[in-house]
């Protein structure tokens, strides 16, 4: 578990690709690799990954992971170059303050950069998703996370397939971000609270969804006006 407050970029030293996956070291990380044991995780852009070696002080500190075919399908890790920066947190520790918002580290999917409006010393952004299915779950005002950056959602326009955030100067700053341009994609995890409540109505409408509470509002109101002797 996350809670989407980038710690540290790290910078891609070497990539190594084949049929099963791909093999990421990631160095410029000695900071967050002092109490690093092998095993444990670190969130990649917002990818919980496993690290399989690491050394702590060489060459400034530098880690390795594997990434599944099933990571490089869902998120844009599998474009990667080396020299790219990456935003790195530790999983959280339970004596830590809670800053950000409940992240897993498991990325939903990707949306696309379609405009960076300047706003003072701020930056509006603006994605679009290929398609509509996590749009859902994303409210104005709530939480999303963004290559593993937890952050406020500023606008949804459902009929677009977009929403949007802004970032502060120190923000900007700190993480990846602010220096992608528009057309870049960025890996997208959605509030996993919308999901469990999602899941939960849909439960106890029989696993009908939409068409279920169309059904439950209708039999509610039948009754109402039963009640009043309406028919």
């Not at 917002?46 to 990571?71: P, Q, S």
């Not at 920066?85 to 800053?99: D, I, K, P, S």
């Not at 709530?142 to 290559?147: E, R, S």
Request: hydrophobic share 35%; glycine share 14%; aromatic share 6%.
């Amino acid at each position: 578990m996350f809670t989407g407050l980038i710690e540290h970029l790290g910078t891609v030293t070497s990539i190594d690709k084949d049929a099963a996956g791909c093999t990421l070291v990631i160095g410029n990380s000695g900071e967050i690799l002092g109490d690093c044991r092998i095993g444990d995780s670190i969130a990649v852009n917002g990818c919980c990954l496993t690290v399989t070696e690491f050394d702590a002080k060489e060459n400034g500190g530098w880690f390795k992971v594997w990434l599944a075919n099933e990571t490089l399908e869902r998120s844009d890790l599998g474009e990667r170059k080396t020299g790219d920066q990456l935003n790195l947190e530790r999983a959280m520790g339970a004596h830590v303050r809670f800053g950000g918002h409940f992240v897993q580290g498991h990325v939903d999917g990707t949306a696309t950069i379609v405009e960076r409006v300047p706003d003072g010393d701020s930056i509006r952004l603006g994605f679009e998703f290929p398609d509509s299915s996590l749009l859902r779950y994303l409210v104005e005002k709530g939480y999303v996370t963004i290559d593993g950056a937890s952050l406020t959602v500023t606008f949804v326009d459902d009929s677009k397939k977009r929403f949007g955030v802004m970032l502060i100067q120190h923000t900007q700053e700190k993480i990846t971000l602010g220096k992608k341009e528009a057309g870049s994609r960025v890996n997208i995890e959605v509030d996993m609270v919308g999901k469990y409540v999602e899941k939960s109505v849909v439960g106890a409408l029989g696993g009908q969804g939409g068409e279920g509470l169309r059904n439950l509002v209708e039999k509610v109101v039948l009754e109402v006006l039963s009640r009043k002797g309406i028919n």
